[in-house]
């Protein structure tokens, strides 16, 4: 290559690089003021039983919506609060507004759902992160057994010993724990019975390439095998297609979620559809 055409292209990097970095600095100064300006929104979606069709949870997903910067996707903006520390007022306002809509939701319903919460590395190892979920979840009068943590492998690797015990903690106080996107990240086997889990999600990667790819079809049955193995409950994340969830059920994965049934929703919504998939459900088993 020519030396201009070398010179270019470490232009071209370094330019990128300099946008990410001040995109990056622009997400931190605007995520700061997000929560009190009200830009910060939790949307929920829903779960659905593979045996009964019924939808038993929901996983409370994060919503930014910027003044400045428009929709930002959490996959942006949460490492960012991670690394700057903006995650710990963040998580916990998150935390609170998930449990007191499902508090506010399983009040009007004859069947309670749970609410699934991802948990980001930094917040699980915060030492009051027990205190702090138990107070929500006593000041809010929502039970543990309706919520579920969900930790990413990645946690696992940073620091057992701190991560045992908390999760052991958890699991004393009535909270249910869920590995989420798991087999993308470096988790052993071991942890798997090791580690006081209830739930594997599998990661929406291999759901993607299910039904094109022996490879991945393998993989999924070996990972809903090693649930039932394990006795966990397994969770498939981002069914698509009605074939993907034929070939689950077949599998006997045990719950789904995925733009094939639900979007995230805002709770207005999620209310509506409760209601409506219930007269759903029923006239249709009767
Ligand atoms: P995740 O926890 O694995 O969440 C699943 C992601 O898949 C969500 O993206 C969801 O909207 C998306 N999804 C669900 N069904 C489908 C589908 O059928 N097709 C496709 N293409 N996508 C689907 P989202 O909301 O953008 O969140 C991305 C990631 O950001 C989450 O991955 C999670 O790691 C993180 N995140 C989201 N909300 C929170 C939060 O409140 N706290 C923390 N710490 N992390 C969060
Ligand atoms: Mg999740
Ligand atoms: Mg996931
Ligand atoms: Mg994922």
């Known amino acids: 290559k020519s030396k201009a055409a070398k010179k270019g292209q470490a232009l071209f990097f370094n330019t990128a690089l300099d946008e990410q970095v001040k995109r990056d600095f622009l997400i931190e100064t605007e ?3 997000a929560m009190n300006k009200g830009e910060i929104a939790v949307h929920y979606q829903p779960q659905i039983s593979v045996k009964s069709g ?3 949870g929901v996983e409370a997903l994060v919503r930014w919506n910027s003044a400045k910067l428009g929709a930002v996707s959490p996959a942006d903006f949460i490492p960012i609060a991670e690394n ?4 710990r007022e963040l998580g916990s306002y998150i935390i609170y507004k998930a449990m007191s809509d499902i508090k506010a939701l399983n009040d009007n319903l004859p069947v309670p759902l749970n609410v699934s919460i991802n948990i980001s590395p930094k917040q699980l190892m915060e030492s009051d992160f027990v205190d702090s979920v138990m107070q929500a979840s006593r ?3 929502l039970d543990s057994q309706w919520v579920t943590l969900e930790i990413t492998e990645n946690v696992l690797i ?3 010993s701190v991560v045992q015990p908390t999760l052991e903690a958890l699991k004393n106080n ?3 724990i869920s590995l989420d996107d798991f087999g993308t990240g470096f988790s052993s086997l071991s942890y798997l ?9 599998i990661d929406r990667s291999f759901i993607d390439k299910f039904l094109s790819s022996s490879h991945s079809e393998s993989l999924v049955k070996t990972i809903i095998a090693i649930g039932e193995f394990c006795h966990l409950s397994v ?3 981002g069914v698509e297609t009605q074939a993907q969830f034929d070939l689950l059920s077949e599998y006997h994965c045990d719950a789904v979620q995925g733009y094939l049934f639900y979007k995230p929703l805002p709770l207005s919504e999620l209310v509506e559809k409760c209601r409506s998939h219930q007269n759903h459900t029923h006239s249709v088993g009767e």
């Open 158 to 160: 940073s620091d057992l």
């Open 31 to 33: 995520l700061r003021g």
């Open 84 to 87: 700057t520390g903006i995650i």
């Open 235 to 237: 969770v498939a994340e």
């Open 193 to 201: 019975s090791n580690l006081p889990l209830n739930e594997i999600k």
């Open 174 to 176: 009535g909270f249910k």
């Open 139 to 141: 000041e809010l009068g």
């Open 54 to 56: 019924d939808i038993i």
